[in-house]
């Protein structure tokens, strides 16, 4: 069982690399909040696996649902591509 849940966290980190990546080099400033959003949700699902679920109950509410917002807000007050 412990195999297991240490496979499958390191799956979600890797795709948390991933997501982590692609926000970063995304032009699309919309499609890098989602790529961050999922970041997010990867980093609450190894903090679940930790057996730390005081850290994933405030983190999936600011993580993965406020900062979005946030960004999506700003993102339409402004430009939705980043210049190059």
Same mark, same amino acid.
């Given at each position: ?11 979600? $980190? !890797? !795709? =948390? ?5 692609? +926000? ?7 499609? +890098?909040? &989602?790529? =961050?959003?999922?970041? =997010?949700? $990867?980093? +609450? @699902? @190894? *903090? ?22 946030? *960004? &999506? ?12």
């Amino acid at each position: 069982m412990e195999v297991l849940v240490l496979t499958l966290m390191a799956i979600v $980190a !890797l !795709l =948390s690399t991933v997501a982590t990546y692609l +926000a970063i080099t995304e032009r699309d400033l919309l499609t +890098a909040v &989602i790529y =961050s959003a999922l970041q =997010s949700t $990867a980093y +609450a @699902i @190894i *903090f679940y696996l930790l057996m730390a679920p005081d850290i994933v109950l405030v983190y999936i509410p600011v993580a993965v649902g406020l900062y979005p917002a946030v *960004f &999506i807000v700003l993102i339409k007050k402004s430009e939705r591509y980043e210049g190059g």
